[in-house]
C-alpha cells in the first residue's frame, strides 16, 4: 500500500503545476483524497480533500478558486492543479488517502495513508 507523489518544482509567481498521486498496492476509488502542504517553520495545514464519489469536496480558503481536486480512478491517481500559484504556496506538498470519514470535518487529518512530499517553490 503506497502513494508516490511527484509534480513539484519550481515556478514563477501567477504560474500553475500539477501534483499528482500514484496509489499502487489498493483500489483509489473506494478511498477519499487530500492534498497537505507544510512550509518550514510552519505547522502543516489542509489544502483540499474529496470523498470518494467525488460529491463532496473541501479547499482551505487560501486556495479556493486557485486549486481543484480531481481523480482518474482507470489509472489509479489523484491530482492538484493549481493555477495563480503564490509565494506563500512554496511548501512540501503530501498526498494522502483514507476513510471518507475524513470529510466530516474540514480539520480532520486522519488519512490511513501518506505519500511522500513532493516540493513547490514559487518565486515572486
Known amino acids: 500500500v503506497q502513494l508516490q507523489a511527484s509534480g513539484g518544482g519550481l515556478v514563477q509567481a501567477g504560474g500553475s503545476l500539477r501534483l499528482s498521486c500514484a496509489a499502487s498496492?489498493?483500489?483509489?476509488?473506494?478511498?477519499?483524497i487530500g492534498w497537505f502542504r507544510q512550509a518550514p517553520g510552519k505547522e502543516r495545514e489542509g489544502v483540499s480533500k474529496?470523498?470518494?464519489?467525488?460529491?463532496?469536496?473541501y479547499y482551505a480558503d487560501s486556495v479556493k478558486g486557485r486549486f481543484t481536486v480531481s481523480r482518474d480512478n482507470a489509472k489509479n491517481t489523484f491530482y492538484l492543479q493549481m493555477n495563480s500559484l503564490k509565494p506563500e504556496d512554496t511548501a512540501v506538498y503530501f498526498c494522502a488517502a483514507g476513510g471518507d470519514l475524513v470529510l466530516t470535518d474540514p480539520n480532520r487529518d486522519d488519512f490511513t495513508c501518506w505519500g511522500q512530499g513532493t516540493q513547490v517553490t514559487v518565486s515572486s
Open positions: 474529496a470523498n470518494s464519489s467525488g460529491g463532496k469536496t
Open positions: 498496492g489498493f483500489g483509489l476509488e473506494y478511498y477519499a
